[in-house]
Every structure is written in C-alpha cells, then in structure tokens.
C-alpha cells in the first residue's frame, strides 16, 4: 500500500521544481489546505493513506511516535555505533528520533516512495537532526551516497536480498496495517531479517496483530509487548537472542493471544515464498491456510470464543502458568494441542 495518490501526484509536481524553500512552504501549504497533510497532537505532520481511514502515524504525533515506540525501546543510547535498519522510513521521523538518541547511529533507511523521501524536505521536524536525514536524502537526489545514512529507494523485500546490509542491531518495522497490506508482515520477509540482524538485535513494530507476532514466533524471535502508544494495543519487540538485560525486560502479550496464536485459525500467519505476491495474493492464501486448518482440526476445533476465554483443556492452560516467555509458551501450547 502507498501513501495518498493525490498526495504523491502533487509532490511530483513539486520534486521537478526547483529544490527552494518558497517552493517546499508552498507545496506544505497545499497540501494542508487539501486536507492530504495532516497535523498530529504533537504539532509534526502526518500524510493519509491509500485507505481514507488509515493515516501514516497515529493522531498522538507523528514524533512522539518515532520517539516513544521506536527509539526508547530500542535503547540505542546503550549501544556504541548502532546499526539501525529502518524500514518503511517515510518522511524519516523514526530515523531523526534515533540518532536524536544515539548521534553515533548508522542507519540504512528503506523507503518505496521517492515522494515521501522528498516531502521530509519540505518539513520542519523540530529535533535539530532532522538536518541530518535531510542532507543524506537532498544527496541521494543529486546521485550521492551518504555513508552513515543509506537510501534504498525500493520494496524492502528486494532490499532485504542486498548482499550489502549489515548486522542490525535494531530494526523499525514501520509498514502500514497487516490488514491492508501484509507484504512486510510474511514469514519468509520476516525471516531474511532475522538473518540480517546481530545476536543481541530487537525488531520493533507499532503492531500486535495476531498473524504477525505468530511469524515472528515462527521465525524464532522472542516476542514481548512493547509500549501502547496512542493505541489500546501495546507495540511489538521481538529479540533474536535476548542477553540477560533484554531478558529481565520482555513482557508476556495478553494470555488470550498467546491462545489465540497456538490454538486457533487466527494464528496462522501469513506467507509470501518467493517475496514477489501481492496484498490480495497473501491475503487470500492465508484464507486457504486457515480453511485447510479448521478442515485438518475436525471436531478437535476450539470456537475463537472458548480460546478467548480460555474454556479448553487443563493440560494446555497449565503451560501458561510456567515461567516461560510467550514464545516458548505459544510453542509449548501447539505441540501439544496438535500432537494429540
Ligand atoms: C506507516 S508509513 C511509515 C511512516 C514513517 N516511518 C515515517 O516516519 O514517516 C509506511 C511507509 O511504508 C512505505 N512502504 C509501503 N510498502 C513498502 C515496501 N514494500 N517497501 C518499502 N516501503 C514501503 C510507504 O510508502 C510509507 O511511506
């Protein structure tokens, strides 16, 4: 999915203009008065979406975003040159947020729509190192690299096969909603992650749908809830291999999901084998996965209702009570549930 299309439309008017500050005020301008850019609670500005229902950042800003779901959870500032992997960059405020936290930070921003990249141009993050991600993108429109901050202008999923990455001490998962469009949501995308992050990495994502915690698990991340900001659900982390420090700091997810993701339809995640399908393509395989589950389980299937509520088997509600992270516990619950 893509931002706005009237929105993009106008931003290419203005990316063949002259690169002036008259121009990028007037294009702001315009798009504000279309109602295309929108003012968030924090003051900084958010675009809509394809989806007139879906904006690019929640409505409690778009900083305050960058900052308290991706850059403070990540802790970044404990960490001597982090290498950040940021996807879905946008307009950059997750990047700002992070080297606002760590100047040292070398990230690798990965954004599919030039217009969004040129439109962090024409705004005023007002964290003095959005000057910083401003040079590196005014550079990669002259042809330039920047080697601390990296531009891959492309679908993260051909980014993600580059034989150039490193290994990311953090990576920003900031796709828009698994509902609308799973692409960067799938099993086989989330596992090339895996491979490309450091032992000590975490993965951060705003969100806590059931199909993608469920392939985070698959992949072999430790899944713990992140903070819930300007959202009733909380974040995601997902650790490769938690140190002693991470590991005092994971938090389970609700116990209903842990259920959900073990025992039901709901968790079945969502694939994309050789990374080229689309929404609808993912989308509707998923729906087959999740028939052919319900067909294998017979009589054996728990209503989401019961799993909810946790109406099942003794044997399997016990496994949540053990000292185990919901990783290991959403493994434990489904070996057993389909063993027997
Ligand atoms: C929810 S917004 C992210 C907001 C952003 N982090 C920011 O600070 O402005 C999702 C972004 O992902 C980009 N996108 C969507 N699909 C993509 C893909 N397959 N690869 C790379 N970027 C993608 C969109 O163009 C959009 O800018």
Do not use: W
């Not at 121009?23 to 500005?45: A, H, P």
């Not at 308290?68 to 996807?87: G, T, V």
């Not at 650790?239 to 842990?258: A, G, T």
């Amino acid at each position: 999915m893509l931002p706005n299309k009237k929105a993009l439309e106008l931003i290419k008017i203005y990316m063949k203009k002259d690169f002036t500050s008259k121009n990028l005020n007037e294009l702001t301008k315009k798009l504000i008065e279309l109602d295309l850019l929108i003012k968030t609670e924090d003051g900084t500005f958010t675009v809509r979406s394809e989806d007139p229902e879906e904006l690019m950042h929640s409505r409690v800003g778009a900083l305050k975003e960058g900052i308290e779901k991706f850059a403070i959870p990540s802790k970044i500032e404990d960490i001597k040159n982090p290498k950040i992997l940021d996807l879905c960059s946008g307009m950059g405020y997750n990047a700002v947020s992070a080297l606002h936290y760590n100047i040292n930070s070398e990230i690798d921003i990965v954004e599919y729509s030039k217009e969004m990249l040129f439109l962090s141009l024409a705004l005023d993050i007002p964290i003095k190192e959005h000057l910083l991600v401003k040079n590196a993108i005014s550079e990669f429109f002259k042809g330039i690299t920047d080697e601390k901050i990296r531009i891959f202008n492309e679908d993260a999923r051909i980014t993600l096969l580059r034989k150039d990455l490193k290994k990311y001490n953090c990576v920003f998962h900031d796709a828009f909603s698994p509902a609308n469009d799973p692409v960067l949501y799938t099993v086989d995308f989330l596992k090339l992650i895996y491979e490309n992050m450091d032992d000590s990495g975490v993965l951060i994502s705003y969100s806590s749908s059931i199909p993608f915690r469920s392939a985070l698990v698959e992949c072999g991340f430790v899944i713990s809830e992140g903070p819930s900001v300007g959202r009733k659900r909380g974040a995601t982390l997902a650790y490769k291999n938690p140190n002693e420090i991470q590991k005092s700091e994971i938090k389970r997810i609700p116990e209903s999901d842990e259920r959900l993701i073990a025992l039901s339809s709901v968790g079945v995640p969502f694939y994309d084998k050789n990374l080229n399908l689309n929404s609808s393509e993912i989308i509707k395989n998923r729906e087959i996965e999740r028939v052919n589950l319900k067909n294998l389980l017979g009589n054996k299937c728990y209503s989401t209702t019961k799993i909810k509520s946790g109406k099942i088997d003794e044997k399997l509600l016990k496994i949540q009570k053990e000292n185990l992270n919901s990783s290991e516990i959403i493994k434990k619950m489904n070996k057993i549930y389909f063993e027997n």
